[in-house]
């Protein structure tokens, strides 16, 4: 079989076979596929989609194509969330924790940044000294002992999502479903996990724009999933603005120590509350809003806290500097009202890009990111202002990016007379 043949098949728009998917997957693994061919049949996949076997088949040669990772010795429930990527998402963060505090085994592999949205690894690593690479053993070590676990995409885990993703990021081929589907489920598939709660995130911030591919992914995921006999649900969410008030990484640590502190009560503390009551309702712990109650009440109590200081230090993190104030750049920038009125509009996919133009993000695959640079938004949706307000401070430590992510941060807002009506950011269940 060559490369070369199968690209020409999917470009052409024909049905791949599982030994054909298997062997781009396999070749990718081993080095034989060199990176051009993979990204011009990721583009292939991008322009004619997959069937919905070819999905699963594309999906189980991700999930084999490395270790699986067995949770020897964890007797309890283990679960996951994740999501499909958004602008300040910093939930995996705030759930972790919550589930470990009640006894459910949260141990999770998390992505890197991807396009304009933000990846939990990145902000991880942000942390001085937090260890983002682990072996499977000392990543199974670390859940045993504190019931969290956080790495990144290890060379022995779904090693194939690790290349693809990578190159998807710099080539325009993100926002595929078959894509998406895959490269989340094929991590999924790896772990061994009994409980998995999808967020997927629709709006202009996220990769699917529409509800209805929103959906459309979400049911393919969950199919993927049902058919590996997990318990598994997935939370339409909206991403029309970022969520939260942080954007970067070092920056989305301080909100997460804020939230798990009880300090702040906003959309990512509702959004986290939603999804972690998921968990626990397909966990066994009770009804949706008994399960709800038990989210404040290990906010309340510090638990969930106290639980992020541990898996962090755990990991080789220290969180002094963050804690002591150091979590953005000296290099700053006031966006101020240039009007009256409400904000209309804060466009997630804008502020992303801004943030990432401030050097919080890649724009190539061997970019090194700026942990200290982000955003912090001053308003959100809904929000009154005044002409001359602040609505949002830029972070970088290089003075030279601020022009342009203050140009793509200004389109990104909307004032107007008139005040909106807000809607929960929870869109829709998929069970
Ligand atoms: N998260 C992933 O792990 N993969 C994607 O393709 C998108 C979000």
Redesign the pocket.
């Known amino acids: 079989m060559r490369a070369y043949d199968v690209i020409k098949k999917k470009r052409d728009g024909f049905e791949l076979s599982f030994e054909e998917l298997n062997f781009i997957v396999k070749g990718a693994v081993s080095g034989e596929i060199k990176d051009y061919q993979i990204s011009a049949f990721l583009m292939a996949v991008y322009f004619n989609g997959m069937t919905e076997r070819e999905t699963l088949d594309f999906t189980l040669a991700i999930a084999n194509s490395g270790e699986k990772f067995i949770a020897k010795g964890i007797t309890g429930v283990k679960a996951d969330k ?4 958004g602008v300040g998402d910093k939930t995996s963060l705030i759930i972790s924790p919550v589930l470990a505090s009640l006894g459910v085994f949260a141990i999770k592999m ?2 890197r940044g ?1 396009g304009h ?1 933000g ?1 939990t690894v990145d902000k991880l690593e942000s942390i001085k000294g937090y260890k983002v690479e682990l072996s499977t053993d000392e990543f199974l070590k670390i859940a045993k002992k504190c019931g969290v676990s956080i790495i990144g995409q290890t060379g022995d885990l779904a090693p194939a ?1 690790k290349i ?2 990578s190159l ?1 990021d710099v080539t325009a081929t ?1 926002d ?1 479903i078959p ?6 489920m094929g ?1 999924k598939l790896t772990a061994d996990d009994d409980v998995i709660v999808l967020d997927v995130k629709t709006g202009n911030g996220a ?1 699917m724009k529409d509800l209805s591919s929103a959906e459309d992914l979400a049911k393919v995921m969950v199919n993927i999933g049902k058919g590996a006999g997990k318990k598994i649900t997935a939370l339409i969410t909206d991403m029309n603005e970022p969520l939260g008030n942080y954007v970067g990484n070092a920056l989305e640590i301080k909100e997460v120590l804020d939230v798990l502190a009880g300090k702040v009560k906003n959309d990512l503390y509702d959004v986290s509350k939603m999804l972690t009551a998921e968990i626990l309702y397909l966990s066994g712990y009770g009804d949706r809003e008994f399960c709800k109650a038990l989210f404040d009440k290990e906010i309340e109590n510090g638990k969930a806290l106290c639980k992020f200081k541990e898996f962090v230090a755990y990991q080789g993190g220290d969180l002094t500097e963050i804690l002591s104030g150091n979590y953005c750049a000296s290099k700053s920038f006031d966006v101020l009202a240039s009007e009256s009125g409400f904000l209309i509009e804060l466009n997630a996919e804008k502020v992303g890009i801004s943030s990432l133009l401030l050097g919080a993000g890649r724009n190539k695959k061997e970019d090194k990111i700026d942990y200290l640079a982000g955003i912090i938004l001053h308003k959100k949706v809904g929000d009154k202002v005044e002409k001359g307000e602040k609505l949002a401070t830029l972070y970088s430590s290089n003075e030279s990016l601020f022009s342009s992510a203050i140009k793509e941060f200004l389109q990104a807002v909307k004032i107007l007379g008139d005040k909106l009506q807000i809607k929960s950011k929870i869109i829709k269940t998929i069970e």
């Open positions: 994740h999501s499909t990527g998390s992505g991807l949205t990846g999502d693809f993703y998807r993100i595929s894509l998406i589907a895959s490269s989340i991590k990769f």
